[in-house]
């Protein structure tokens, strides 16, 4: 997995793509495929997005550096970050480090925009910078990209609020700047926001330089939409450093003027406009960034002449606007660091290298990993491994509309190849009704299948003990629960996953009959992986056997464990009951007691504890008070409920109140994988139960 990075603004302006070109270069001398991803991508052209690819030392398209527009994350948010997420996945399996740039607070989404950037960042699993604008950004006063100084009281509030997102949305935190700073000030501000973020995070300061904000006359130019009068194009290029409104004499306004400063003058005042030419020209007055003549008139004859022959190089633009709204639109135009400002380009690296610790960045960048796993960042996961797996995965119900929705998702994701059981025609009928490819889709009618007499011999062989006979075999081969375990059994599928219309006892009964137990296993018992907001769970068992003994205990959590571990879970499992250590007695306790002893003595390095309360395994303050030697308690992954009552019940409580997403029940123990789907189930509940069942053929 490539190293990546987050750079987002808790607000506009804050020039992060500067910060963004800083970062890109650290990591281009580290690593030899650094690649730039932008999340919420401009719909029109994203100057940004091209200077960080012209900068980087790969060679990609826009089109697979980009995740959603605004239109598209407006739509539906949630599906947002998951089209997001597939798309940065696959940029960052050609690379060995990517730099995400963060939205760009030009859209009405704004109030909720670093909220959402955060939570994409821990989807993505990439830590964050936080950047800072040091300037009051909707100060009245502010013009040309300039403001007044923001006080290190509210640069102290921003980063408390900011990290209020970030902790909500589980993100990690990489670095913060803070850009655009009063160089008089920088230590102050630093002390200042180590007091709202954590200790470990560094936080580094990058002065306002002036020339990098202010809008070059071409901008501006462009900004009033007006047209060259007189003057240079070559002088299009200064910068604009100041503002003047020119609505008074000649001599006030030359007492007003100040190097590098525009000028908009009433188109009719020709008298302040010739006065303001000689003093461009003048040894004794600043030289000026440009004038804006507003108003619509046209010049008079002999003042145009007048001018044309003193060939000034200051340029001179005309615009048919009001005075105020032309002076709205220059205060609103700002600098731009693009890939054609090769001036600015240099500048803008030279201001970023002498005031971030690039060494710092890249180590804490090589140390630092995302703990947060959310659900989609879990689901992403299983799909990449079904994939991998490459396993054929057969579904009975192939005329239940669900199943074949799943069907269609699982093809074109390429997580496995399927298997339909039903009739050819009718099933390739209600797909194209539905509007859905299942072309890649093997489907086999049981009675007319090539499989039928093999399935039929396999399992008169394997039940002929029992007095099974050929018919009494073809009767239950015509079963569709029957024939899709039998061709799991003679491998010509991987998996099954069955359950959307048909009862648990009728999906895994067949199982039990010729799949078996794996060995050393007694019983198959099932989990529930609960993917919560950072982090996933196991609870066993929630769907198979109601009255477990202590033994049977002892068999669910061993197993669980195994499929903790299969899912990159680290297991620390907790024995559950109503009481924790030996405070509590009866039989129901002692039950659980006994368990845990027998799990200590089958598998002696698996961290387990038991009886605990709910309370205590998760809980690192109630752990401390009741048992505070365990390493268990506070930090369990793997929860084993006493009973099956407990256990359904509860998963289905945290599912409900807390928006986990469970995803099973997945079946352990047995010797190939078959597993069951509730018959509420929604498509992505059977897309995950497919991709587990894959991902679990492949671990046989």
């Not at 600015?344 to 090589?366: G, M």
């Not at 399935?455 to 569709?480: F, I, N, P, W």
């Not at 061709?487 to 078996?516: C, N, Q, R």
């Not at 256990?647 to 079946?667: C, D, E, F, H, M």
Request: aromatic letters at 4%; proline letters at 5%; glycine letters at 6%.
């Amino acid at each position: 997995m490539a190293r990546s990075v987050y750079v987002a603004s808790v607000e506009g302006h804050t020039a992060k793509s500067v910060v963004a070109l800083g970062v890109l270069e650290a990591l281009t001398k580290k690593y030899k495929k650094v690649g730039v991803f932008r999340a919420i991508a401009p719909t029109e052209h994203d100057s940004v997005l091209e200077l960080l690819l012209e900068s980087t030392n790969t060679e990609f398209p826009i089109s697979e550096s980009v995740g959603v527009s605004y239109k598209e994350m407006h739509q539906t948010p949630e599906k947002a970050i998951s089209l997001i997420l597939d798309r940065f996945k696959a940029l960052e399996d050609k690379c060995d480090a990517v730099v995400i740039l963060g939205s760009d607070y030009t859209d009405v989404f704004s109030p909720a925009e670093f909220s959402f950037n955060s939570r994409v960042a821990t989807n993505l699993g990439a830590p964050l910078i936080l950047v800072f604008n040091g300037r009051e950004i909707h100060s009245t006063s502010e013009h040309l990209g300039q403001a007044k100084p923001r006080s290190s009281q509210d640069l102290m509030s921003m980063a408390e609020l900011a990290m209020q997102e970030v902790k909500e949305a589980h993100t990690t935190i990489l670095a913060a700047v803070v850009n655009r700073a009063d160089p008089e000030r920088l230590e102050s501000i630093k002390e200042a926001l180590g007091n709202a973020l954590p200790k470990e995070v560094p936080i580094w300061v990058i002065p306002e330089e002036q020339l990098l904000s202010a809008p070059r006359m071409e901008q501006i130019l462009e900004a009033v939409s007006g047209k060259l009068l007189f003057g240079s194009e070559a002088r299009l290029r200064t910068e604009a450093l100041d503002l003047v409104v020119a609505a008074m004499t000649p001599e006030h306004v030359l007492e007003r003027v100040s190097e590098s400063a525009v000028v908009v003058v009433p188109a009719d005042r020709t008298d302040v406009l010739l006065a303001l030419l000689m003093a461009d020209s003048s040894k004794n007055f600043p030289q000026l960034a440009g004038i804006v003549l507003n108003g619509g008139f046209e010049l008079p004859r002999l003042i145009s002449e007048l001018i044309a022959g003193l060939t000034p190089t200051l340029p001179v633009i005309t615009t048919d606007g009001r005075s105020f709204d032309t002076t709205m639109k220059i205060s609103a135009a700002r600098g731009r660091v693009t890939a054609l400002d090769p001036e600015k380009l240099v500048l803008a690296r030279k201001l970023v290298v002498d005031h971030l610790d690039t060494d710092l960045l890249t180590e804490r960048l090589e140390g630092l990993e995302s703990s947060a796993i959310t659900p989609l960042a879990f689901e992403y996961s299983l799909a990449q491994r079904a994939r991998e797996a490459k396993k054929r995965i057969v579904l009975p119900e192939g005329n239940e509309d669900r199943i074949l929705q799943a069907a269609d998702q699982i093809i074109k994701k390429q997580i496995a190849s399927l298997i339909l059981l039903g009739e050819e025609s009718s099933i390739r009928a209600r797909a194209h009704e539905l509007d859905l490819d299942l072309s890649a889709a093997e489907v086999i009618n049981p009675k007319t299948s090539n499989h039928l007499a093999a399935c039929v011999a396999e399992y008169v062989k394997l039940r002929s003990h029992k007095g099974v006979t050929a018919l009494q075999a073809t009767e239950k081969m015509l079963d569709v629960s029957y024939f899709g375990t039998m061709l799991v059994k003679l491998g010509v599928a991987d998996g099954m996953v069955s359950g959307a219309a048909h009862t648990t006892a009728h999906t895994i009964t067949p199982a039990f009959e010729f799949i078996k137990t794996k060995p050393g296993v007694s019983v198959v018992s099932s989990v529930f992986l609960m993917a919560l907001e950072d982090r996933v769970l196991v609870y066993g068992d929630c769907a198979v056997i109601p009255e477990p003994t202590a033994e049977q205990l002892a068999d669910i959590a061993i197993s669980s464990a195994k499929t903790a571990r299969n899912f990159a879970i680290e297991p620390h499992v907790a024995m559950l009951s109503y009481s924790t250590g030996a405070s509590g007695f009866g039989a129901d306790v002692d039950r659980v007691r006994e368990a845990t002893r027998l799990v200590r003595e089958r598998e002696p390095g698996l961290s387990v504890e038991g009886p605990i309360q709910y309370d205590a395994a998760v809980d690192v303050a109630v752990a401390k008070a009741k048992l505070p030697e365990s390493t268990v308690a506070g930090h369990a992954t793997v929860f084993v409920f006493p009973d099956l009552n407990t256990g359904n019940n509860t998963y289905k409580a945290v599912q409900r109140t807390s928006g986990a997403v469970a995803i099973g029940p997945i079946l352990q123990g047995l010797n190939m994988p078959v597993n069951d789907l509730s018959r509420g189930a929604l498509v992505a509940d059977i897309v995950n139960t497919i991709a587990i069942t894959a991902i679990q053929a492949g671990q046989q």
